[in-house]
């Protein structure tokens, strides 16, 4: 048996920008609070291959910077658009704003929360 402490350890993924990446500041309003909304964000930016985040604004709108090749970024956003548009979906986003800003390192796509 091993010890919680004796596991091996993962390396760390290194914080950086792709070649030709892109960044998004997106802004999206409708029913995207209390339905899974981030959550479900978080799988499409892993099915995408994306990074950055996406956080429940105090207005009830949620806000995302997405980043990857723009294939990857458009991926995304389709992914949005087509779960919006399914009959008896929770989630209804729809774009308010979208607007294209410099890329960040960044090895992930997290959740981030207003409070905390």
């Given amino acids: 048996?091993?010890?919680?402490?004796?596991?091996?350890?993962?390396?760390?993924r290194?914080?950086?920008?792709?070649?030709g990446a892109i960044r998004r500041?997106?802004?999206y309003t409708g029913d995207v609070q209390a339905v899974g909304f981030r959550f479900t964000a978080q799988g499409w930016a892993d099915q995408c291959g994306v990074t950055g985040w996406v956080l429940n604004r105090s207005d009830g709108d949620v806000q995302l910077e997405v980043q990857g090749t723009p294939s990857q970024v458009r991926a995304f956003m389709d992914a949005v658009d087509t779960e919006s548009a399914r009959e008896g979906a929770f989630i209804h986003a729809h774009l308010v704003e979208s607007e294209a800003i410099e890329p960040k390192p960044e090895d992930s796509f997290t959740i981030k929360n207003l409070y905390f």
């Fill in 1 to 12: 048996m091993r010890w919680f402490w004796q596991r091996e350890k993962k390396p760390k």
């Fill in 14 to 19: 290194v914080a950086t920008i792709p070649e």
């Fill in 25 to 27: 500041r997106l802004h």
